[in-house]
């Protein structure tokens, strides 16, 4: 090896693939040894502004071209292993030759199923989504990105085909026990929830896991469903579905405050319900004091809330910086703590053409690095089926590293792939006070200023 | 209301994680093998995919196409039955002047002007035509196909076929053989002579025969030559047999005296049937034209310069793009360097779901267009993705008689990137040659995606 640093910067045509698959071909090339950074990623906006505050020099590049920028010691060995990544990705899945793989969610619904899952870039989604009501299946929007215009066209076709849309931005669905995009493991049982707020759902079931009880199914309507553009008509739809399912004993709505005419008429179809409905709307209470008059409703005791504490020995002197993944969560955050700055990271101007924040950690490694000493930083760590497999490895050096005092709101289950005691012993190791319940990390986080 | 009844079967589209998570928690899933869509498209796309008329119009206009019944009624002059008065030749594809004509296209019209007598030597025809003395229309303009150049004069014959169902009718020349014939340029002697004879021998006596035997079911004719090994674009042997046998005896009863020579004539060409069949396309296409709001091809052609489209909810608009050379295997001699780009009205098969999109249909000929069976299998497969339905008629016994693709989608072409699979003949491109090879073509993005954004216009 030479010693110098040289770079490489490509863009090629005609190539996708999925952010989250880019991500992993990124990590891998920067886990190389001569390599300091790699960026492989679909040029949009957000991914060149990235590569720019790199000081890559860059050529003209569009949202359809896959952006290639390697900076270190030994590009050629990253060139390698990017172009042997590349053709890991284009032949993950063998095909028989005569086999065609349906190319549209209209091809695949000629094949029996239930439900659609489209987490296509958001501009596409539509189609897809389109395509899953034509065929009467009821589909769910993990995308973002999605046109409150084209949110009402596909919830008044669905109507018509009387079918459930979850989304668009719906991040979470469990439907018997099978968990869509971000979800956690739940034991079966008897609450059933509706959420516009795929963070705040995992809030209230993952507390209720810890809690013992379990969960029939979550439906999730998107965050815009309350609106009143959009006027709940999926809030309606899965609110009945839940009332006609007889594993639902009891209806948790989770939602931001509903736009007034909504809220009225939701509130007539909630009364007209022969299963209770117990409310879950921001700024009215927080998720954990909703779970735990779910907890109260089912004639269940209400446990202590798992957490723990720590002292991490920094003075406070500044103010709660909120460095989230979970809208909702953040939302909930910044109302307790009642000052601060207050990131959305899962927000769609942070996801084009990047991975969510809860499988890519990126953006908030970035922002614990910046923190100020004696701020405090104010985080949620989400477990679950789809989100990152190790997020306190992720985080742990960043963490103990933070100039920051650094305060945990660990969302998740003792089921979770990710382990739940496990990642917050490594939370705890790192320096990190941890809670189980948001709305008590952010009540501890504002005590702290 | 089923959705909660049990664990679901969930299709996935999109990030290959989530499709994961699923497969971790056991979950049945058929995941979309998802690709963004053509370069610019997304806009215009999701303007059409939000028409509400899309649907209802799709469904109509393809429920016309495929119940279409074609029957063979008459074969009759063009001059009885075209409007080619003043000096006027069809010819396939888009509209094209002489000026942008191709080597084959030139030499078809070089042979109809000597064929008319509007000219009495090459040069003639050549200055009559460079002057625009002759006036060319596109066949597709005037309910009529022609393959290759597609070159129709007044004292052609042409296949008449009516469709039962909804009552249309269309026309398509009769074929002339294979090699030095007037359809791939070329202009000689021996192809006036032949032009002649078919005028003075073969016309009449087809005409007198069919008007013996009264209608022939061309939708049923053609489904039983795709059982039989055909896919009726490049390969029309079973169909040709087919139509011999129903016309035999009828062309011995109407003209004893020629029933011999024509009869020769028709079994030695194994493409015979072709134009019957095309003409068959024709009028099955037409019936699915303006439905307003269908993004349904209704006509694919090329000139041998442009490959066009058009599109039933968009009348009779041309889009365009540039003909590409067919991939394939050359006769003799002859090799890519001496083909012409793309050429005839033939895709009318494709467009009416068998050509390319049978091609499972007719393993024999897979390796005359440079494949394996398996390759042709895929071919015919891939087709359902951008198509609107399966035909309910014609159907491909080694796919467990599935229904051919049938019905091309504009905005599905645009999803999946996929282009048509079309098979096709090989002119050569210097005028008078006459055909060189065969195999298969891309037809050129644009035309789907101009065609897309003309019905995102057309959007209200």
Redesign the interface.
């Known amino acids: 090896m030479s010693g110098g640093v040289g770079e490489v910067v490509m863009v090629r045509s005609g190539i996708y693939h999925d952010s989250v698959a880019l991500m992993r071909v990124s990590r891998a090339l920067t886990e190389l040894p001569g390599t300091e950074v790699a960026i492989v990623a679909m040029a949009t906006e957000l991914n060149l502004a990235l590569a720019r505050d790199l000081r890559f020099d860059l050529p003209a590049a569009g949202p359809a071209d896959l952006l290639v920028a390697i900076r270190g010691h030994d590009v050629e060995a990253a060139a390698r292993e990017l172009d042997r990544q590349l053709v890991a990705l284009s032949s993950s899945r063998p095909q028989a030759a005569a086999d065609q793989p349906p190319l549209t969610t209209r091809s695949a619904a000629r094949r029996p199923a239930d439900v659609v899952l489209v987490s296509v870039p958001g501009e596409h989604a539509f189609a897809e989504a389109l395509d899953a009501v034509h065929a009467g299946l009821p589909v769910m929007v993990f995308s973002d990105g999605v046109s409150v215009e084209r949110e009402v066209l596909l919830k008044r076709l669905a109507e018509e085909r009387d079918v459930l849309v979850m989304g668009p931005d719906c991040g979470t669905a469990v439907i018997a026990g099978a968990g869509l995009g971000f979800a956690n493991v739940l034991r079966p049982g008897p609450v059933g929830l509706v959420a516009a707020s795929g963070t705040g759902a995992q809030q209230v079931t993952s507390l209720l896991d810890l809690a013992g009880t379990g969960v029939s199914h979550v439906l999730g309507v998107g965050g815009r469903d309350l609106s009143a553009e959009v006027g709940g008509l999926s809030t309606v739809r899965a609110l009945r579905m839940l009332d006609d399912d007889p594993a639902t004993e009891l209806i948790v709505l989770v939602s931001k405050p509903p736009a007034p005419e909504v809220a009225r008429a939701v509130r007539e179809v909630v009364e007209s319900l022969r299963t209770p409905v117990v409310s879950a709307l921001l700024g009215e209470r927080d998720l954990t004091e909703a779970t735990e008059e779910v907890l109260r409703a089912l004639g269940r005791s209400v446990p202590e809330w798992p957490a723990w504490p720590g002292w991490s020995g920094k003075a406070v002197t500044g103010t709660v910086r909120g460095v989230y993944s979970g809208g909702t969560l953040c939302a909930e955050a910044r109302l307790i703590v009642g000052r601060g700055e207050f990131v959305d990271y899962g927000d769609d101007a942070y996801t084009l053409g990047r991975a969510h924040p809860m499988i890519d950690p990126a953006l908030r490694l970035e922002a614990l690095a910046k923190a100020a000493p004696g701020d405090v930083v104010l985080m949620d760590v989400v477990l679950g089926h789809a989100a990152d497999p190790d997020p306190a490895a992720s985080f742990a050096h960043a963490i103990a590293r933070c100039p920051a005092t650094v305060v945990v709101a660990l969302v998740g289950t003792e089921g979770d792939p990710q382990d739940l005691h496990r990642q917050a012993a490594a939370l705890r190791e790192a320096g990190a006070s941890v809670f189980t319940s948001n709305a008590h990390a952010a009540r501890h986080a504002r005590d702290l200023t | ?18 499709q994961e ?2 497969e ?2 056991a ?1 049945a899933t ?8 053509l ?1 610019g498209t ?1 806009d215009a ?2 303007r059409v ?2 028409d509400p008329r899309r ?1 209802a119009a799709n469904e109509r206009a393809v429920a016309r196409l495929t119940s279409a019944r074609p029957h063979l009624v008459a074969v009759r002059r063009a001059s009885e039955v075209l409007d080619l008065g003043g000096r006027t030749f069809l010819h396939a594809g888009p509209p094209v002047d002489w000026e942008r004509a191709s080597g084959p296209m030139r030499g078809a019209l070089i042979g109809a002007t000597l064929l008319e007598g509007y000219a009495h030597d090459e040069d003639g025809a050549r200055s009559l035509l460079e002057s625009g003395g002759v006036r060319l229309e596109p066949c597709h303009g005037h309910r009529t196909v022609g393959p290759m150049a597609g070159v129709v004069s007044p004292s052609m014959w042409m296949f008449e076929v009516r469709d039962a169902e909804h009552g249309g009718l269309a026309y398509c020349s009769l074929n002339e053989g294979l090699g030095k014939v007037l359809r791939y340029g070329a202009y000689g002697p021996e192809v006036l002579d032949r032009l002649r004879w078919m005028d003075r021998v073969l016309g009449p006596v087809l005409s007198a025969a069919i008007e013996l035997t009264g209608p022939i079911d061309l939708r049923a004719l053609i489904a039983q030559a795709l059982q039989m090994g055909d896919e009726l674009h490049n390969r029309n042997r079973a169909a040709t047999s087919l139509l011999l046998r129903e016309l035999a005896p009828a062309v011995v009863d109407a003209a004893r005296e020629h029933a011999a020579e024509v009869l020769r004539f028709v079994n030695g060409n194994d493409h015979f049937f072709l134009n019957a069949g095309m003409a068959a396309g024709k009028v099955s296409t037409d019936a699915a034209r303006d439905v307003p709001g269908s993004s349904l091809v209704v006509a694919m052609a090329r000139n041998g310069t442009d490959f066009g489209v058009q599109v039933s909810g968009l009348g009779d608009r041309w889009f365009t793009g540039p003909a590409g050379v067919p991939d394939g295997l050359y006769l003799g001699a002859y090799g890519p360097a001496d083909a012409n780009p793309d050429i005839g009205d033939s895709t009318i098969t494709e467009t009416s779901g068998l050509g390319g999109f049978a091609m499972a249909a007719a393993p024999a000929i897979v390796r005359f267009v440079g494949g394996e069976v ?2 042709a ?2 071919a015919t ?2 087709m ?2 951008i198509t609107l339905a399966e035909h309910p008629v014609y159907q491909i016994p080694g796919l467990g008689f599935r229904g051919t693709p049938v019905g091309i989608d504009v ?2 072409v645009a ?2 990137g ?1 282009l048509p699979v079309v098979n096709t003949g090989i002119a050569g491109r210097v005028a008078g040659t006459g055909q060189v090879g065969a195999g298969l073509v891309n037809p050129p993005a644009e035309a789907f995606t101009r065609a897309l954004a003309a019905l995102a216009d057309s959007v209200q």
């Open positions: 209301m089923t959705l909660l009844s049990g664990p679901p079967h969930v299709i996935t589209v999109g990030a290959g994680l989530l998570a699923l971790a928690q979950v058929t995941p979309v093998e998802w690709r963004p869509p370069p997304a796309l999701a995919l939000a649907m398996s390759d299998i895929a497969r891939s359902y993705e905005t599905l999803r999946t996929l």
